[in-house]
């Protein structure tokens, strides 16, 4: 069996290096001829077809075109486009859970605007949803990883603050679930299987990431919580997934986000399960 791991072209760290060589060393376990393939590799003329195709892909990268022309011509990806784009862009996650009937913070979109207009200072749509949401607000930019582009308004001047910051990019806005401040249940599910789960917590932010200085620690995830990541990993059609769940009130699960392309080094660390090893055995036994 034969498999390209797709990988962005620009995003180079020892943390990404390292991730890959574990999916790697795990394909070779299982005598996958698994081959890692810079996306800017696979830059051919749109209308024109790809000279040699893999069995496979396990699709790395969040380039959603290049994802979608690898399906045209035939390719089975691991996730598959629609589901990568899904969780890439919050608006649509948040919007596809909720269709899907998983619990999340209540959230509203923000308007569209554009480059160079921004919101001109107009910012009744902002205030309603205080009006709707509460303080403290939650304000995250559509696009982005490790909590990076994720902020918490305290009033509704630092709340204008931050969207002037954010200019014209799209962004949700949430109800901050105080329940939860600083902590977070990372599920990682691999097909239908809850695999391994860490929890997450930070006593001095408001988000749990291990990037932002948060600390770790093995889990085992309630029966609800581990019904709340399966029912948004199948809401989103991903064949793997890391969730991450808020405490509500009584704990009740929330899903705050999805993430389809999971770096799960830090799971490894916490609880000792390589993730590699199940998504290449799962792939294995879906390419039978």
Request: net charge negative.
């Amino acid at each position: 069996m034969t498999g390209w791991l797709i990988v962005n072209s620009f995003m180079e760290s020892a943390k990404f290096s390292e991730l890959y060589a574990l999916l790697l060393r795990s394909a070779e376990k299982l005598n996958i001829d698994l081959t890692l393939v810079q996306g800017w590799e696979l830059g051919e003329i749109v209308g024109d077809g790809f000279a040699a195709l893999p069995d496979f892909a396990l699709f790395w990268d969040k380039d959603v075109m290049l994802a979608h022309r690898l399906e045209d011509a035939g390719l089975r990806l691991f996730n598959s486009a629609d589901a990568i784009d899904g969780c890439d862009d919050k608006a649509k996650t948040y919007r596809r859970l909720a269709n899907g009937g998983v619990r999340i913070p209540r959230t509203i979109a923000a308007p569209k605007t554009f480059e160079g207009l921004g919101y001109r200072l107009n910012f009744t749509f902002l205030e309603k949803a205080v009006g709707k949401l509460g303080l403290p607000l939650i304000i995250k930019e559509s696009y982005g990883s490790f909590g990076q582009q994720v902020y918490l308004a305290h009033t509704i001047d630092e709340a204008k603050s931050i969207v002037e910051r954010i200019g014209y990019k799209e962004f949700v806005m949430q109800e901050f679930v105080e329940t939860s401040r600083g902590r977070d249940v990372r599920v990682n599910v691999v097909g239908d299987r809850v695999i391994a789960s860490m929890l997450r917590y930070n006593d001095h932010d408001f988000r749990s990431n291990i990037s932002n200085g948060g600390s770790m620690k093995p889990y085992t995830p309630t029966e609800a919580q581990q019904a709340a990541a399966l029912a948004a990993v199948r809401a989103l059609g991903l064949d793997f997934a890391g969730v991450d769940i808020l405490f509500g009130e009584a704990d009740e699960p929330i899903v705050c986000e999805v993430n389809s392309n999971p770096h799960f080094k830090s799971t490894l660390d916490c609880t000792g399960v390589n993730l590699a090893d199940e998504i290449m055995r799962y792939i294995a036994e879906e390419m039978v």
